[in-house]
């Protein structure tokens, strides 16, 4: 199994809301990452998970929270966004912690704040 | 900000043609990878040159590495229209296991 998936496809939330995007691999991959993507844009960085520990935060802002639960696991949490954190929003694995290491994306959550 | 600049941004060739696009970026590097991404899904490893490689090949794929140059190439020969879709170099220029990417090139291979 070399996928990585990530739920919900789309998510439509207001300002208010709490929501959660979910990542999951069963790779056996130790660094998992969270990447931030506008349109026509590079993705960029967010939070790197290495060994299930936060090893890595770029400044995000406090209204999202990272969690990884479990080797496997990478969740999102999203509280009291504004419309600019709309964007696509990447999860990644990678087998080891060293950028010589390819990272599988995967598909995204397309997430738009109203 | 250490993000590789992309040449070409958009790119539109027929198919059976050759593209090429390059990326520099502005630090010294351990290694570089490509990434393909199509529209609007997630990113898919291509290949990974080390800085102590000049060239490498996949399949269609050919990257080079001038480090002195702080530049690299991805030649993608025969192009396909499966091959339209943005690419984006990639580099550890951040340090540790932090990728940046480039600013992407947007190819469009016609029928």
């Known amino acids: 199994d070399t996928e990585v998936t990530q739920t919900p496809k789309h998510l439509v939330m207001g300002m208010t809301n709490k929501k959660s995007l979910k990542c999951e691999q069963h790779?056996?991959?130790?660094?998992m990452y969270w990447y931030k993507q506008k349109a026509k844009k590079p993705p960029e960085l967010m939070f790197v998970?290495?060994?299930?520990?936060?090893?890595i935060n770029e400044s995000v802002p406090s209204r999202f929270s990272p969690e990884c639960p479990n080797s496997s696991l990478l969740n999102l949490h999203l509280h009291a966004l504004q419309p600019e954190d709309s964007a696509l929003y990447l999860c990644?694995?990678?087998?080891?912690?060293?950028?010589?290491?390819?990272?599988?994306f995967g598909p995204g959550t397309r997430l738009t704040v109203t | 900000s250490q993000q590789g600049e992309e040449d070409p941004q958009a790119l539109s060739i027929q198919e059976g043609e050759n593209a090429t696009m390059n990326c520099s970026y502005k630090?010294?590097?351990?290694?570089l990878q490509w990434y393909r991404q199509n529209s609007g899904r997630g990113l898919v490893h291509l290949i990974l040159i080390r800085s102590n490689e000049r060239e490498k090949h996949s399949g269609r794929l050919r990257v080079t590495l001038d480090t002195s140059k702080k530049s690299s190439s991805l030649l993608i020969t025969a192009s396909r229209a499966a091959d339209t879709a943005s690419y984006f170099c990639a580099t550890d220029a951040g340090g540790g296991n932090k990728l940046t990417f480039g600013t992407g090139t947007q190819l469009k291979v016609e029928l």
């Open positions: 630090t010294s590097i351990n290694n």
């Open positions: 998970y290495s060994y299930e520990k936060l090893s």
């Open positions: 790779m056996g991959h130790r660094a």
């Open positions: 990644a694995s990678s087998l080891g912690t060293a950028a010589t290491y390819e990272q599988y």
